[in-house]
């Protein structure tokens, strides 16, 4: 089955440094993985994907991911975190149901002043 | 605007009842889905619908019941069957291209009193 996994339930990072939200895959065949965001009691917004091509992915929001076949990986990145950057991440890989998605349990980030 | 509505916002239920959850969407997408998130479980998918008039189960389906009838919009009846119903139901939809990412409406939630 189609799975990815968050292992860390919450990230801190103080405003201006770099942050990093881990996400790790477990699939069989090519990968297509996508980042959400979500804020208090909203949907989910889009931010990323990977489908093929470059192993760097740009985003909305100045977020990127670094898609790393050897490690399995798609790690969601900024250079420079701001304080409305803090709220609940997910990473997503299509699963084999249609085009539905398998999410990780989410992460939540919080940056502080 | 184009996007995905949701309605109620907040719904309360009584024990024994069944409630119905609308999602619109006027993207002219062909695919929708509902998801039910719970803190620290992420995502997990319910129903999805490819086509009109038809739909598949997801990973819980039990206790929960769809129709597609027109493609804008996916309702999802959460029955007295469902032991557990309290959560924040999200409906997406996709669009034609395995490679189009999901959008995701505001959400639903349902609390049983």
């Known amino acids: 089955a189609q799975s990815v996994a968050q292992p860390e339930d919450q990230v801190n990072v103080a405003e201006g440094n770099p942050l990093t939200v881990k996400c790790t895959y477990s699939?069989?065949?090519?990968?297509?993985l996508f980042w959400y965001v979500q804020y208090p009691n909203r949907g989910l917004q889009f931010l990323l994907k990977?489908?093929?091509?470059?192993?760097l992915v740009k985003g909305s929001y100045g977020f990127e991911a670094e898609f790393n076949k050897s490690q399995t990986s798609f790690h969601l990145k900024k250079p420079s975190a701001l304080v409305s950057d803090s709220a609940l991440y997910f990473c997503?890989?299509?699963?084999?149901?249609?085009?539905?998605?398998?999410f990780g349990k989410g992460t939540s980030l919080l940056v502080t002043p | 605007d184009g996007g995905i509505t949701q309605s109620p916002k907040y719904l309360f239920r009584k024990e024994g009842q069944n409630v119905t959850l609308s999602c619109e969407q006027n993207?002219?997408?062909?695919?929708m889905y509902w998801y039910r998130q719970d803190p620290g479980q992420g995502l997990r998918l319910i129903y999805y619908?490819?086509?009109?008039?038809?739909?598949q189960k997801g990973d819980i389906a039990e206790g929960y019941s769809v129709s597609r009838e027109k493609k804008e919009s996916f309702p999802l009846t959460v029955t007295s069957a469902q032991k557990n119903p309290t959560a924040f139901y999200l409906c997406?939809?996709?669009?034609?291209?395995?490679?189009?990412?999901?959008?995701f409406g505001p959400g639903t939630r349902l609390t049983v009193l």
């Open positions: 997503a890989v299509r699963a084999n149901s249609g085009y539905a998605l398998n």
């Open positions: 699939v069989s065949g090519n990968p297509y």
């Open positions: 990977y489908i093929t091509g470059d192993n």
């Open positions: 993207l002219n997408h062909d695919a």
């Open positions: 619908s490819q086509i009109v008039n038809d739909f």
């Open positions: 997406a939809s996709h669009g034609t291209s395995s490679y189009n990412e999901q959008f």
